[in-house]
């Protein structure tokens, strides 16, 4: 039998049109919802275009901090450094109360030894009592050098602000009473004896006030900013090495904090502050604050991003990269004791930034490793 016989009549062919499953799912989209607009009675009808009212104001595509490129920390206008106000706590009072009573324990101590010294040996209480005259006037003295020291402090930190509020606008008179003051603060420091002659050439001069400041600023600053940065570089040169060769974490902390208050004194002193022991720990307790207020705390990142691309990271072994980031923070400390040692603020002169040490201590580490690598490879 044939194929036919066993299959019964073929069918004839026609044609199909192909379609997609995007479309066959549209299509049968349609066909529901037009069933279901049959259904209940109503069906669809095109909406007409309205304008929708404004209500929540859009963030625009430009105001998005991820999608911007980070700035560059040194290339921000730092916040001028201004004197913290000081406000009687209930903490100054109990430290003041207690130095009182402190006081007047150590002074009945004294006074019932030199009784009881007279009573047994007079000699010998008489040189209690001179001994005891002694270390009051040696007090006294203490006392007037601390006053001095914060007054010096507070001296500095009101021209600065004084300056940083009227440099745009003050009139000839006001500035040269101000350039005058700054002159007389750091008359004992024989860098600016250039600068004070310079302005004292024009004092017949008309020049209006703020461009009197900016040359005043070039002239007086320019020699303390000199030795200013090389004190930095010096004690960020110092911290790499020592805290790259150093076996323990706490001996970096301690010369880190060594290095910073001696760091900060002598910028002090430069800029003519030279405070004391309580003007130098209120000013350590300022210049952190500072550094918090200008972000250069939380830097660790981009500083090491600057030396990895400076190509150093495959020079330098991994204690020496350390020693490098401890020295580049001790560069951030001092550029902010600048900010706040400085009796004018940087308006006519660049402020520094990391930028301007990062090369000389990088290249100063790089050459205290070169000895190392040689001596590995013989």
């Known amino acids: 039998m044939s194929d036919h016989d066993e299959t019964g009549p073929s069918r004839k062919p026609r044609a199909f049109s192909v379609e997609d499953d995007a479309s066959a799912a549209r299509k049968t989209t349609e066909a529901s919802g037009a069933a279901r607009g049959k259904v209940g009675g109503k069906p669809d009808k095109p909406r007409k275009p309205a304008s929708l009212p404004v209500t929540v104001e859009m963030t625009k595509a430009g105001d998005d901090p991820f999608d911007t490129p980070a700035a ?27 130095g009182f009573l402190a006081a007047l324990a150590i002074g009945m101590w004294t006074d019932t030894l030199i009784r009881d010294l007279f009573d047994r040996v007079p ?58 003051q700054v002159s007389s603060l750091i008359a004992a420091n024989p860098l600016s004896a250039h600068g004070r002659k310079s302005l004292e050439a024009l004092e017949g001069e ?38 790259a060769v150093s076996p323990r974490a706490f001996v970096d902390l301690a010369y880190v904090v060594f290095e910073a208050v001696r760091l900060i004194r002598a910028m002090a002193e430069l800029y003519g502050g030279r405070p004391g022991t309580i003007g130098m720990i209120r000013l350590f307790r300022d210049v952190i604050a500072h550094l918090a207020v200008t972000g250069a705390v ?81």
């Open 72 to 98: 560059d920390p040194d290339a921000l206008t730092p916040p001028p450094a201004r004197p913290r106000k000081r406000r009687l706590t209930a903490g100054k009072v109990l430290l003041a109360a207690l």
């Open 123 to 180: 000699w010998l209480g008489w040189i209690a009592s001179v001994a005891a005259g002694v270390a009051a006037l040696a007090l006294t003295a203490l006392v007037i050098r601390e006053i001095a020291g914060l007054r010096r402090l507070a001296r500095v930190a009101g021209l600065r602000a004084e300056i940083s509020r009227k440099g745009d606008a003050a009139s000839a008179k006001e500035a040269r009473a101000l350039a005058a």
């Open 206 to 243: 008309i020049i209006d006030g703020p461009h009197y400041l900016a040359f005043a600023e070039r002239e007086l600053m320019a020699g303390l900013d000199r030795q200013a940065r090389q004190l930095v570089l010096n004690a960020s040169r110092r911290v790499s090495v020592v805290t």
């Open 298 to 378: 939380a830097a660790g990142d981009s500083l090491i991003q600057q030396v990895v691309g400076h190509g150093l990271a495959a020079k330098l072994s991994a204690r020496l990269g350390e020693g490098v980031i401890n020295g580049l923070m001790t560069a951030r400390i001092g550029i902010s004791a600048m900010d706040l040692c400085r009796p004018m603020p940087f308006r006519a002169v660049q402020r520094p930034g990391i930028g301007n040490f990062i090369r000389d201590i990088a290249s100063f580490a790089e050459a205290e490793a070169r000895p190392g690598d040689k001596a590995g490879r013989e």
